[in-house]
């Protein structure tokens, strides 16, 4: 009796529970019956809120309750599908607009097309079986909406979805050896898994920066993880005044990053050895660098200036005082092209924070001292190119002085490498490399010039005895010959 209750019950449930009528999917009818599992999960699917019979998916004539009949070949029945049939069932509908708008649908229509051309789609074992099918990260027959809590790729849920495979070293060797297996470990220590964990679903999951149909690597330009498209990719929460309202941080960075030197060579020039928000803040352990780590994170690029810096005097102070290394003096998202300006005891020098006649007065001096040499270098070098250019104008062979130019630039950068060491020696001895050399090229760019005038002078002098003698010259001659004139004509001198 409380079996047959049950049975009868089964039929009823699905119609109470969704309040749509299966009265005329058969399919359901009988498979609830056989209580199987695709029939109990279909009350809560999506697609059977929408109406959508199991015929839809399977084939088959839903009107027959004639099992033979119903799942005929002749009523399209096709059974079970399996690998990449699996997603073609699903695209009948979901890449098909018409078929969406008629079902009542606006959501987009492009799913499959995107699968295909993501590396997951690209990547196969089997010939052309796709790696990851719909089904694979959103279940079946229990389908519900991605902003469902009870979606696998629901934003709580979607690291398990996907860390199913990557945190799975023998499965991903068998199509990649090479790739890491390492997110979730890592994912796990930043402040986005930190606090997806614990039931926060607004910071970033897997798919909230890698997508979940475009998923590319991260080497593809068209990857929402390739360097150039990464401050976007972070930028489209951290940016968010409105998503990010209720946490305590700012949202600037994105704003102060593209106008910094980094952001502009990367954003505008496209050049990929600058940093994105990743080289600084890791892919999957996205944490601020802590105190401790900044100068590493600058010095894997900058390591001359790392290397300096800790052998500087700075070290011990900042450290003591936890300051961060870099960041102190060039700030994190608003790097600025670092100039001479940035040096020396004007207010907008960075040293003068913190240095001055009273405040550590030492590092005052010397801060003023290694302001003075680099103007000093600056004006030695633009004078120097400056006679260079006009000996040259003047058609004096010059080009050694020329190629020296290059050794004063050189010695400018190195002084403004050198400033990290914060050590007076060490910045004289580069500077005065440079003023040396400065001061060779300047006086042999003046001698050339000088020689240049001494010939002109020369040349004048010259020519003005010549012309004076050849119209002395004349003068004598024409003398000579009208003398010899009056002569022959016999007229006497008086
Ligand atoms: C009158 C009962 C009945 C009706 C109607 C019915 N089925 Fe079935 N179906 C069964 C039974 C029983 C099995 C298991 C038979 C088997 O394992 O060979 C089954 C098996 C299946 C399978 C698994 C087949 C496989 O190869 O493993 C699918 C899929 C299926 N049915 C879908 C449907 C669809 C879709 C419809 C409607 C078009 C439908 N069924 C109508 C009773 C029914
Ligand atoms: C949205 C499409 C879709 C709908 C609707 C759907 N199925 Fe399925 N079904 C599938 C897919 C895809 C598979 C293959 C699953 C796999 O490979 O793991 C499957 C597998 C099955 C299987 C065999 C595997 C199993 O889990 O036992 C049965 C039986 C089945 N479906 C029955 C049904 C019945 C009955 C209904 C209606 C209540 C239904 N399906 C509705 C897509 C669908
Ligand atoms: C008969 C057409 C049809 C088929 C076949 C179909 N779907 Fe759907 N699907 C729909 C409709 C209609 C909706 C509801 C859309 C809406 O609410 O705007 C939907 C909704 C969904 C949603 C929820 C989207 C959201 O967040 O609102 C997912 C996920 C989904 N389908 C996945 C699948 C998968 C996976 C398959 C294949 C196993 C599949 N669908 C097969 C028509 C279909
Ligand atoms: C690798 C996991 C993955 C696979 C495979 C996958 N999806 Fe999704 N899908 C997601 C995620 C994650 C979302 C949530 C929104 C987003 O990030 O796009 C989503 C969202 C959706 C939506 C809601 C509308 C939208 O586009 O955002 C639909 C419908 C959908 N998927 C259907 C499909 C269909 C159909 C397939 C197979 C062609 C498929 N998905 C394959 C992960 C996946
Ligand atoms: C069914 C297993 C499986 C699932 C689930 C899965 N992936 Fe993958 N994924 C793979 C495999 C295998 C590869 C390697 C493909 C290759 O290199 O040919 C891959 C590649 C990738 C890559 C490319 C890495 C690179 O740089 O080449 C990214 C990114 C990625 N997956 C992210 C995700 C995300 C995000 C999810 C969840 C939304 C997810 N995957 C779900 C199996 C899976
Ligand atoms: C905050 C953004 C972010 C989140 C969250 C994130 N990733 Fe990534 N992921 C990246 C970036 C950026 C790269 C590319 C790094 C590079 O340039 O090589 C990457 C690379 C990858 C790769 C390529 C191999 C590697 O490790 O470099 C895989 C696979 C991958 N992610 C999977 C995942 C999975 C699985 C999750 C969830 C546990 C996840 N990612 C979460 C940003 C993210
Ligand atoms: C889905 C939205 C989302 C995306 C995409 C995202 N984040 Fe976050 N992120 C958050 C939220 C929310 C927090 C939590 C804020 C807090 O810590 O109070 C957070 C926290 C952080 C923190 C820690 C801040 C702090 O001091 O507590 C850093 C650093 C961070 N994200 C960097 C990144 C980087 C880099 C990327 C891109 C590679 C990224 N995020 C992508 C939403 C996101
Ligand atoms: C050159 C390295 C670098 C780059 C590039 C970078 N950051 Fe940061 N970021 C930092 C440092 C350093 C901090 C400060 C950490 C601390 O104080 O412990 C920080 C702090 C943060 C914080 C915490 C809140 C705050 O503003 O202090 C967030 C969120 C953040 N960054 C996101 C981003 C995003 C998004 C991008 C890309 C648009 C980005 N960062 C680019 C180095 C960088
Ligand atoms: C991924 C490598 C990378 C990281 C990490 C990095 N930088 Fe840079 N940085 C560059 C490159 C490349 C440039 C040159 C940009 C240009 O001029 O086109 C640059 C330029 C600069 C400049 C301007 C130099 C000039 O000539 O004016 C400063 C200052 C600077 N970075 C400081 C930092 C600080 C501080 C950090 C850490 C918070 C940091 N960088 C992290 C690669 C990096
Ligand atoms: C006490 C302040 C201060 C600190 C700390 C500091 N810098 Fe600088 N940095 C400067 C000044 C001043 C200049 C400009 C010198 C000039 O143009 O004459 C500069 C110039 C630079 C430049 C451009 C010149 C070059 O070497 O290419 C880079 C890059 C740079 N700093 C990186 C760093 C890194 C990385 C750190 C941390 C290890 C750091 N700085 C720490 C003050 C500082
Ligand atoms: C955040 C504060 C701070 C900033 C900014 C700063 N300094 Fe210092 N500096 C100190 C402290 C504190 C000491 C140790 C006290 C002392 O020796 O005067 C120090 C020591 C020095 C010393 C060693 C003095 C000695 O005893 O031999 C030099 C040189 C120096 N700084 C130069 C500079 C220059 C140049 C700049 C600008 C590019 C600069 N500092 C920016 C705090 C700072």
């Known amino acids: 009796m409380k079996q047959v209750m049950l049975f009868l019950l089964s039929f009823l449930l699905p119609v109470l529970s969704n309040g749509v009528s299966y009265a005329g999917d058969k399919c359901l009818t009988c498979h609830k019956g056989l209580s199987d599992k695709p029939s109990s999960l279909y009350s809560h699917d999506i697609h059977s809120s929408k109406g959508i019979s199991c015929a839809e998916c399977h084939g088959g004539n ?37 078929k969406m708008n008629e079902l009542g649908s606006t959501l987009p229509t492009n799913q499959w097309q995107l699968l295909q051309t993501s590396v997951h789609g690209k990547s196969s074992l089997a010939g052309n079986e796709h790696i990851v099918q719909c089904i694979t990260c959103h279940s079946v027959h229990n389908i519900v909406s991605v902003k469902n809590p009870a979606s696998p790729v629901y934003p709580l849920n979607a690291v398990k979805t996907c860390t199913k495979c990557h945190a799975d070293p023998a499965y991903m060797r068998a199509y990649n050896p090479s790739m890491p297996v390492d997110q979730l470990e890592k994912y796990k220590t930043s402040v986005h898994g930190m606090r997806n964990s614990k039931g926060d679903s607004k910071t970033a999951e897997c798919a909230s920066c890698h997508g979940g149909h475009d998923i590319r690597s991260a080497n593809d330009v068209k990857s ?15 940016s968010n005044s409105v998503y990010m309202k209720e946490y305590n941080i700012p949202i600037d960075q994105y704003e102060k990053f593209s106008k910094s030197v980094h952001g502009i060579s990367l954003l505008q020039k496209r050049d990929v050895a600058a940093p994105a928000c990743n080289d600084c803040h890791g892919n999957h352990g996205a944490t601020p660098p802590g105190v401790e780590s900044i100068s590493k994170v600058c010095g894997t690029c900058h390591a001359l200036n790392a290397e300096l810096f800790s052998s500087s005097p700075h070290k011990k102070v900042f450290d003591e005082k936890k300051l961060p290394e870099c960041e102190t003096c060039h700030s994190n998202h608003e790097i600025i092209a670092a100039t001479e300006k940035l040096l020396g005891a004007t207010p907008e020098a960075v040293c003068s924070r913190c240095h001055n006649e009273n405040q550590n007065p030492k590092g005052y001096v010397i801060a003023k001292a290694m302001r003075h040499l680099t103007d000093s270098l600056e004006s030695s070098e633009n004078n120097a190119g400056a006679l260079v250019t006009d000996a040259e104008q003047k058609g004096m062979e010059i080009s050694e002085a020329k190629f020296k130019l290059r050794d004063i630039h050189q010695a400018r950068l190195q002084t403004r490498t050198m400033v990290h060491s914060f050590n007076a020696k060490k910045f004289n001895e580069a500077a005065m490399k440079g003023l040396s050399t400065a001061s060779f090229v300047a006086g042999e760019a003046q001698h050339a010039i000088d020689e240049y005038y001494f010939r002109r002078w020369g040349l004048g002098i010259a020519t003005l005895i010549i012309s004076i003698v050849g119209v002395a010259l004349y003068l004598t001659i024409r003398k000579i010959e009208i003398k010899q004139q009056n002569k022959n004509n016999g007229i006497k001198e008086s």
Do not use: R
């Not at 096709?78 to 018409?98: E, L, Q, R, T, Y």
């Not at 390739?226 to 930028?235: D, E, K």
């Open 224 to 238: 929402s993880v390739y360097a150039v498209n990464i401050p976007s990719t972070c930028s489209h929460c951290h």
């Open 62 to 98: 839903q009107n027959s309750d004639d099992m033979e009949q119903a799942m005929s070949k002749e009523a399209g029945f096709i059974g079970v599908p399996k690998g990449d049939d699996i997603s073609k069932v699903c695209s009948n509908c979901h890449a098909n607009p018409d």
